[in-house]
């Protein structure tokens, strides 16, 4: 069964500092997506950004980016410059077929000034 | 258009009464999934939706809910004889066929008593 860890259920970074979230997936397919999404306090999930499993190029989206280790099942966001409105919950997600997306049970990720 | 809207927004009821929630995709998405959150979990997959067909239902489902999408618009969630452990974030998301990310709404928090 697919499933998607995040060790670290809370993380703080100092305002434009730089901080990586950690998560692991175990899988047995060979092509599929990997999510981070961000939800902010009482506000609407959306997507941070996305990576192709076939890609070996690693995502980027401005100050976020990911290192993609395929052979480690491993899928980590950093978050460059941190701003205080990157606090929020982090959640990693793999997408299995066409259609079944599975979470990490999140991270909270807090922002010092 | 204004992204996925969920209703109501929050929900409180006795244990055994039957709810309804409502979820209003992207009009132009074919897609359309619901999730439970609990406090301290990532979104957890209940069903999902491709037009009107409902093609995957989650064995966390018990026979207490259903879900429809008529005429593949909008979609109800409706949970019967709800139990203390139906308290949760229940989400909407929707998607076209054409892309991998998911747009989240809001959600329904159910608080049930």
């Known amino acids: 069964a697919q499933t998607v860890t995040q060790s670290q259920p809370e993380m703080s970074v100092q305002e434009a500092e730089t901080v990586t979230l950690s998560c692991t997936y175990d899988t047995s397919e060979s092509d599929y997506y990997l999510f981070w999404y961000k939800q902010p306090p009482s506000r609407q999930m959306i997507l941070v950004i996305r990576?192709?499993?076939?890609?070996?190029q690693n995502a980027t989206e401005n100050r976020f980016s990911v290192n993609f280790q395929k052979a480690a099942k491993s899928f980590s966001l950093k978050i460059s410059d941190s701003q205080l409105g990157d606090a929020a919950m982090y959640f990693c997600a793999y997408r299995r077929g066409t259609y079944k997306y599975i979470f990490g049970t999140g991270t909270r990720l807090k922002v010092l000034a | 258009d204004t992204g996925v809207s969920q209703d109501p927004r929050h929900k409180i009821t006795k244990r055994g009464q039957n709810v309804t929630f409502r979820c209003d995709p992207i009009?132009?998405?074919?897609?359309l999934y619901w999730y439970r959150q609990t406090l301290g979990q990532g979104p957890e997959f209940l069903t999902y939706f491709q037009n009107e067909a409902q093609l995957e239902k989650s064995r966390l489902l018990s026979d207490r809910f259903s879900a429809e999408r008529p005429k593949g618009s909008f979609s109800t969630l409706e949970i019967q004889r709800t139990e203390q452990g139906d308290s949760a974030m229940y989400l909407c998301?929707?998607?076209?066929?054409?892309?991998?990310?998911?747009?989240f709404g809001p959600g329904t928090r159910l608080t049930v008593t």
């Open positions: 990576q192709e499993a076939y890609k070996q």
């Open positions: 009009s132009e998405h074919n897609r």
């Open positions: 998301a929707s998607s076209s066929s054409k892309e991998t990310e998911q747009y």
